[in-house]
């Protein structure tokens, strides 16, 4: 696909499939084009170029059965502040058409989800932020479906309400839903993700499991080397003509793969100060050149 606002190429001749019954994590710095791709997928935008199927519909065709299929979370609360948690669910049970008769337990399972049963008739104003999210959430799953579109689900909040918040995702995932997170967060893409695709400037520059990703762009050892500027400029060429990635981080440059330094280089380099496990962390700053929460 190829989604162009004026002059910016939000979307760069993405290709992605997503198997049935996996997470993927579409995983980029901000401006990679994550939530373009998002809108595109729930037909809120139109591509420029390319083709969409969505669990067999096509878009921007076929866009209001893929709607009807597919849960969607979006990154900003629009909870309707004046109804209660239960009126929320309520309303999209009715948008997503779930049968009449089926609502009452649809919005009942839903709100155990959202474990919000003792809060189901509290104003969603009145609700945490934390709660809040979880209602959220549970409202693209009210009708059971197959597919899940999660937009960065836990930007902005604080690491307790994340952590509830992964064991909801990491639900759906064991329960077979597929679901395709977007998200800015290395350790929400870690944790919950069978595979990740790595966006950039509007593509998908590497996919995997993140195993893998780190295996093939990380190795298995990361090597830190701390000093002043001429010592870390020197670490950097001495890796870099050895064709060994490094990246920066504050007053170190690390040595990726280190694992597979030739001895020359080694002695050159000298007893690094740190020696770590290669992380996905390390594969991002890599592959996308920013760093990451
Ligand atoms: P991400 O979700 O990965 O942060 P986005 O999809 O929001 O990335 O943005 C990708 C690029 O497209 C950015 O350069 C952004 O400024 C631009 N962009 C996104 N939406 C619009 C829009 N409605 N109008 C103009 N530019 C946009």
């Known amino acids: 696909m190829v989604k162009r ?36 997928l729930t037909a809120q935008s139109r591509a420029d170029k390319g083709e969409i199927t969505v669990l067999g519909h096509s878009l921007p065709g076929a866009s209001k059965r893929a709607r009807a299929a597919m849960g969607v979370v979006p990154q900003q609360d629009n909870l309707d502040e004046e109804l209660t948690a239960r009126q929320n ?8 058409r779930v049968p009449k008769d089926d609502r009452a337990a649809a919005v009942g399972r839903a709100l155990a989800v959202a474990q919000l049963v003792d809060r189901a008739d509290t104003k969603t104003g009145n609700l945490s932020g934390g709660m809040r999210r979880r209602l959220l959430i549970a409202r693209g799953l009210v009708h059971r479906p197959r597919l899940v579109l999660l937009d960065e689900p836990t930007v902005g909040l604080d690491p307790q309400v994340r952590q509830e918040l992964w064991s909801l995702v990491a639900a759906l995932r064991s329960e077979g839903v597929t679901t395709l997170m977007s998200t800015h967060y290395i350790e929400e893409a870690e944790r919950l993700a069978d595979e990740c695709a790595l966006m950039s400037h509007g593509k998908v520059v590497a996919r995997g499991t993140p195993a893998d990703l780190i295996a093939e762009h990380a190795g298995t050892h990361v090597d830190e080397h701390y000093g002043p500027p001429e010592r870390l400029s020197e670490v950097e060429e001495l890796a870099k003509n050895a064709g060994l990635p490094t990246r920066r981080t504050g007053p170190s440059v690390s040595v990726l793969a280190a694992e597979r330094q030739p001895e020359s280089l080694r002695q050159e380099l000298g007893p690094a100060n740190v020696r770590r496990a290669a992380s996905l962390e390390d594969v991002f700053v890599v592959l996308t050149g920013e760093s990451v929460e």
């Open 5 to 40: 606002y004026g002059d910016v190429t939000a979307v760069d001749g993405l290709d992605l499939e997503v198997p049935h019954g996996i997470c993927l994590g579409l995983l980029g710095p901000n401006g990679a084009g994550k939530s373009t791709t998002m809108r595109l």
């Open 89 to 96: 669910l309520e309303v999209f049970a009715h948008l997503y």
